[in-house]
């Protein structure tokens, strides 16, 4: 997505060991690719093709790839597309953040962060509704875990250029 994009973009600017870009939508994470390809040329990075709600296939990329940090930005963020799939919605924002925090758990993960949305605070929608409840679940996990990882939340607001800006 654009936030997760603009992400690996920055975090590229530090030359990491490894970035692993994971999304499950193949046309955005293969133009993020040819992006990349120009501008890195000496950064290494791999491209996944998953799921966050299909916990086995969340198990396997961890497992191949065992990342020290995980940013979650993966999310249905649009609110029409929310309000006329909710149960999608719940799938990836929920059921995916919990699947993504448990399996970095199994894995001991440094540090999770997970992306929210300003629609969080007092939801409207069934998008609103669906981040403040992964909110919920990404603390609770922190509060209840008193070891690795460190789970932490943070939101944004509308972001100028990204897809489905106003």
């Not at 086995?56 to 597309?81: G, L």
């Not at 607001?157 to 800006?165: C, L, T």
């Amino acid at each position: 997505g654009s936030i997760g994009s603009e992400m690996a973009r920055q975090i590229l600017k530090y030359s990491p060991k490894q970035l692993v870009l994971l999304d499950q939508a193949e046309s955005p994470i293969y133009e993020l690719d040819m992006e990349l390809r120009s501008k890195f040329k000496e950064c290494n990075w791999e491209i996944v093709i998953a799921d966050v709600s299909n916990y086995t296939r969340m198990t396997n990329v961890f497992e191949s790839f065992a990342p020290q940090v995980v940013f979650h930005a993966a999310a249905y963020k649009q609110v029409p597309s929310c309000e006329f799939y909710p149960v999608e919605a719940m799938k990836t924002n929920v059921v995916g953040t919990d699947n993504v925090i448990n399996v970095a758990t199994d894995y001991k993960i440094s540090k999770i962060v997970c992306l929210s949305t300003d629609k969080a605070v007092y939801p409207i929608n069934a998008m609103g509704i669906s981040k403040a409840l992964m909110e919920k679940v990404a603390v609770s996990k922190s509060i209840s875990n008193i070891k690795k990882p460190i789970i932490c939340v943070t939101r944004y607001g509308n972001v100028m250029g990204s897809r489905g800006s106003v």
